[in-house]
């Protein structure tokens, strides 16, 4: 998907907002287990009732790596219907992965072009040829860590090297990459007041931001710091729409959980006018 795709939907539906399809056995509501694929069940509700307030859907990949065989057909399944029905649609293999070479190409053939995929999250540890396999892909997308939302981010990420914080050095040099214009980050909307200081060095790249919601993050404080004239991000939001109901009403919920954010999105897009 080309940027200008994604930025016009985000236009279109006055949403910025993300889904994040942590799709849990344990968490889904109980009929749903009746069900050949219970997984894609679920997330065929979720999507079919969520569409409308979203411009992106986030499998996390762990959530299906867990049940095998099994997890990655519902992935496979998951990712069929949102292309097949929903093609406007930015999506995000929440992969995190990160190695060099040849197996770095491997990783976005089998997310990119196998799962068709328009974008996978990359963890830059090991540098810039583990990196560039990635953006070597056209119309797809790379989404760096940058800095995230947990706790233990500060174990490292915030670090001082060669005189700043170790998340401004791989935002710095990761704009030396080749293939650099395809790269996204991820940055927390727990550190939402280091936006500022991120949009000194990417002052127009889109922003990945989970947190928001479950994680205490807040989305006019997000804004506030990191917003662009292109809008600039995606901000996630997986277990507050998810499991807002584990009844038969599941989906509804997720509805009105997901137009509710997108509401407070389009008070926030408006002030751009």
Not at 208 to 218: F, I, M, N, W
Request: hydrophobic share 40%.
């Amino acid at each position: 998907m080309k940027i200008e795709d994604l930025i016009a939907q985000i236009h279109q539906k006055k949403s910025f907002l993300c889904v994040g399809l942590d799709t849990d056995l344990d968490k889904i509501p109980k009929h749903l287990l009746k069900e050949e694929d219970p997984i894609f069940a679920f997330n065929k509700a979720i999507i079919d009732a969520t569409h409308a307030y979203c411009v992106a859907y986030k499998p996390n990949i762990a959530f299906y790596e867990a049940y095998g065989l099994q997890g990655w057909r519902s992935l496979e399944r998951t990712m069929e219907y949102l292309n097949a029905n929903h093609p406007e649609i930015f999506t995000i293999a929440d992969a995190k992965r990160g190695d060099i070479g040849n197996t770095s190409t491997r990783y976005a053939k089998a997310f990119f072009e196998t799962m068709d995929f328009d974008s996978i999250t990359i963890a830059p540890y090991m540098g810039k040829d583990s990196v560039e396999p990635f953006l070597e892909f056209e119309d797809r997308h790379t989404i760096l860590l940058a800095l995230t939302s947990n706790q233990g981010a500060f174990d490292f990420q915030t670090k001082i090297v060669d005189g700043q914080e170790l998340y401004k050095e791989v935002l710095s040099v990761s704009k030396t990459y080749k293939g650099s214009e395809r790269l996204m980050y991820v940055v927390g909307a727990t550190k939402a007041t280091y936006l500022e200081d991120i949009r000194k060095i990417v002052p127009e790249s889109f922003l990945l931001v989970p947190g928001v919601g479950a994680q205490g993050g807040s989305l006019q404080e997000v804004c506030k710091y990191g917003i662009t004239k292109d809008v600039g991000l995606l901000v996630n939001s997986s277990r507050g729409i998810l499991y807002a109901s584990n009844e038969s009403d599941f989906a509804e919920t997720a509805a009105k959980k997901a137009k509710e954010i997108q509401q407070e999105m389009e008070i926030e897009l408006a002030k751009l006018k």
